[in-house]
């Protein structure tokens, strides 16, 4: 992957966002939050140019957050440059670097030079890893936005290990986005038996009175070969594999990420964004379960997308009914 993304320019990965953003818009999603890589050599605004590109594009239709994820030992001129070149929040995975702590410190003293929010890759990894603890922690002088993003580890922890956890990351008020079709496919491979699913444990996060969200991460990449740019695909996901009821999935995608986002309410009431998705299903659970693609987007009170399926199958014989 290293090798490969040297080798493509800003015009490709805006073309690949463009066709990406126009699968989510098309899917219902008026809302998204994007990590762009801040490479280790060349320019390290390149991702970030490209996004804020086809922010700027779809800027009428859907609110886009850029993250620029700093990988472990990147200096932090670069990120500064990532910033600048529009990115919104610092992200990085410091559970990959030999020194957890310090990556973590370097990250958001960057953020705090800049006066805004983190979304970090945190305790990804079903063993090991303390940087949800540690994040939660830093909260001396703390006013921006703070996120940790995946947090498998929470969902091998033993409730005597949990329970403190959680309740420290209520206290210091950091949002917890699980991602569970990359997880899914990410975690587990060294467990052949009983593989763990390695998604963050949302109902206890929920219970613990932490802000939850979820997202669909990767789309068709070499971190997840799968993926349909679709909410709905993901609170699917939350309630076969996480055992989440089906309204606290579905707010898992909706309210639930606008809130970590830190976006405003929106909804089918007075007062509230119109942003909204009207899809043709009998109930929740029916649009869920069979995610139709009659589906009808509303951004911020007016039409962005209509899809309209037609169906035909063969009649069934008089004599058989």
């Known amino acids: 992957w290293l090798a490969y993304i040297g080798t493509i320019d800003e015009d490709e990965i805006l073309a690949r966002a463009i066709r990406a953003l126009e699968r989510y818009v098309q899917n219902g999603t008026t809302a998204l939050r994007s990590h762009v890589d801040v490479p280790l050599e060349g320019d390290p605004a390149r991702g970030v140019r490209a996004i804020a590109r086809a922010r700027e594009a779809f800027a009428d239709r859907i609110d886009i957050q850029i993250v620029a994820l700093a990988a472990r030992g990147i200096d932090s001129e670069r990120v500064d440059a990532a910033l600048a070149a529009g990115a919104d929040l610092v992200g ?64 091998m922890l033993p409730d005597d290990e949990l329970d403190p956890l959680l309740g420290l990351v209520a206290e210091a008020r950091v949002g917890i986005i699980a991602n569970p079709i990359t997880n899914l496919y990410l975690q587990g491979w060294a467990d052949p038996v009983a593989t763990p699913r390695g998604i963050a444990p949302l109902e206890r996060i929920r219970a613990a009175g932490i802000m ?14 799968m993926g349909r740019a679709d909410a709905f695909e993901t609170a699917m996901l939350l309630i076969t594999a996480g055992h989440v009821p089906i309204d606290a999935a579905w707010d898992a995608v909706s309210s639930g990420a606008r809130a970590v986002m830190g976006l405003p309410q929106a909804g089918p009431e007075a007062g509230l964004r119109a942003d909204l998705l009207a899809v ?3 109930s ?18 007016r039409t962005i997308a209509h899809t309209e399926s037609t169906r035909w199958m063969l009649p069934r014989r008089q004599e058989d009914v």
């Open 92 to 155: 990085g995975a410091p559970h990959l670097s030999d020194d957890e702590r310090g990556d973590l410190e370097r990250l958001l003293a960057v953020a705090e030079r800049h006066g805004v929010g983190v979304d970090i890759h945190a305790d990804e990894a079903l063993r090991g890893g303390d940087t949800l603890e540690m994040l939660a922690r830093r909260t001396h002088g703390w006013t921006s936005s703070r996120t940790a993003s995946h947090c498998v580890r929470l969902s």
């Open 212 to 225: 939850a969200a979820a997202g669909g991460d990767n789309v068709r990449d070499p971190f997840n070969p």
């Open 280 to 282: 043709r299903a009998e």
């Open 284 to 301: 929740l659970a029916d649009a869920i379960a069979t995610a139709p693609a009659d589906r009808i987007v509303i951004s911020r009170g």
